[in-house]
């Protein structure tokens, strides 16, 4: 079996020192566990992590959008703090060689699943808090999130761009908005792109791995594109 690299380093990029038993149970997810009685698989931790994350980010955005309502706040949470957020701040750290996995996940790659990156991220978090207490592990949240608060793509799953197109396009008198959108690749791995028409005139391009992300995408870049040709007036 491959030997996993050296805790240390992973550590050092998280910018924590923790001790080195919890940090072994932070990193073991249950298939290896079951595999080897007796050792403690991840989830407690995650459970506990999966809290501190929340109540990080929700701190971090209610003070750092003082104008949004409610619901656009819920929404940016639900983006910043999803499994698929979650895996990329899992990869931009080199955590999934760390992770300690059953035979099995070994073989599909499990090291490279999202849902096992982002649980295992989660479980890191909570062992900071169990180990080091709230404010270290908060601080740890804060430099692995408040980059995804800053990133223009994450922002824009935090608003409904389609309604706010609508809303624009209205306003300015433009017409009406559709989108044209194909998608290729395998079932199990589609890939979508979409074009946000108003009135014969494409506006907005977007992709995802859905056709409703992609049209949000494309939703969003025509809000950027409405933007800049009527800027608003101070």
């Known amino acids: ?48 992590g999966d809290a501190v994350l929340q109540l990080a980010v929700t701190d971090e955005i209610y003070h750092r959008y003082p104008e949004w309502d409610e619901g656009r706040l819920a929404k940016l949470r639900a983006s910043v703090v999803s499994a698929r957020a979650l895996a990329g701040v899992a990869r931009s750290l080199g955590l999934g060689p760390h992770i300690r996995l059953g035979k099995g996940e070994v073989r599909t790659h499990g090291s490279d699943k999202a849902s096992i ?60 908005v559709r989108y044209e959108v194909e998608g290729t690749g395998p079932d199990h791995e589609r890939h979508f792109t979409a074009d946000a028409v108003v009135d014969g005139n494409v506006l907005g391009h977007g992709e995802g791995t859905s056709k409703k992300a992609a049209e949000r995408a494309a939703a969003a870049n025509a809000c950027e594109a409405l933007a800049a040709r009527f800027p608003a007036k101070g």
Do not use: C
């Open 1 to 48: 079996m491959t030997a996993l690299p050296d805790p240390g380093e992973l550590l050092e990029r998280l910018g924590v020192d923790l001790d080195t038993e919890t940090l072994r149970i932070a990193l073991t997810h249950r298939s290896y566990a079951y595999e080897h009685p007796g050792e403690v698989h991840n989830e407690r931790l995650e459970f506990l």
């Open 117 to 176: 990156l982002a649980d295992t991220t989660e479980a890191v978090i909570g062992a900071v808090y169990e180990s080091l207490g709230p404010v270290p592990a908060r601080d740890l949240v804060l430099r692995m999130m408040v980059p995804l608060l800053e990133d223009t793509r994450v922002l824009h799953e935090g608003r409904d761009w389609k309604t706010h197109i609508v809303e624009l396009v209205a306003q300015h008198g433009l017409g009406t």
